[in-house]
């Protein structure tokens, strides 16, 4: 579904991304673990648009989306739930989720989507009028993520989802994950949380200084003495 072939980023003279390849096959979960500063982000925001790459290509559905449009790319199905959750703190949960409805047009659709969210996160149903801003942690990452569902994404990529979370509400996060990917949605995890994101995840990779370092199926790599030592802590 989604292709990454020797994507070469730079921040100015920086050479963030350093010729990394990568495949997210239909209906999977892919994890892109590392340390901080690993070039994951960087990746992301490549991907959606909001960075150009040097050299390389990108591939979504057979299609080179290297230089379109972000809105574009949000347009065909591929969106991107930020690290640090980027919610609007002055808006209420609804305006937000309106928000992320912006490119659609179905107003049925709308509120139909709009009320599978409020399924799969009761709180936010519960918080509908609240501003955004004033809600917990977990509750913003369950907003963002609810918003990211009201684009009719094909595919999510899902930068740091467990960033700042206490241990239970982490757990929850990625439960919710694994049910929007059972509904049929493909989704990229970026997470530093190397023990969850290998938890759920089919596949994974592993980014060092913009260089993909060790990939297999995440079991296998969860299960290697490399990475249990360098981000499992054991």
Known sequence: MLEIKDMHVYYGAIHAIKGISLTVPEGKIVTLIGANGAGKSTTLKTISGLLRPKEGDILYNGESITHWSTRKIVEKGLVQVPEGRRIFADMSVKENLEMGAFLQKDKAWIKATEAKVFEKFPRLKERIGQL???????????LAIGRGMMANPKMLLLDEPSMGLAPLLVKEIFSIIREVNQSGITILLVEQNANMALSIAD???VLETGKITLEGPAQELAASEEVRKAYLGG
């Not at 955004?132 to 369950?142: D, P």
């Open 203 to 205: 596949y994974a990779y």
């Open 132 to 142: 955004s801003g004033t809600m917990s942690g977990g509750e913003q990452q369950m």
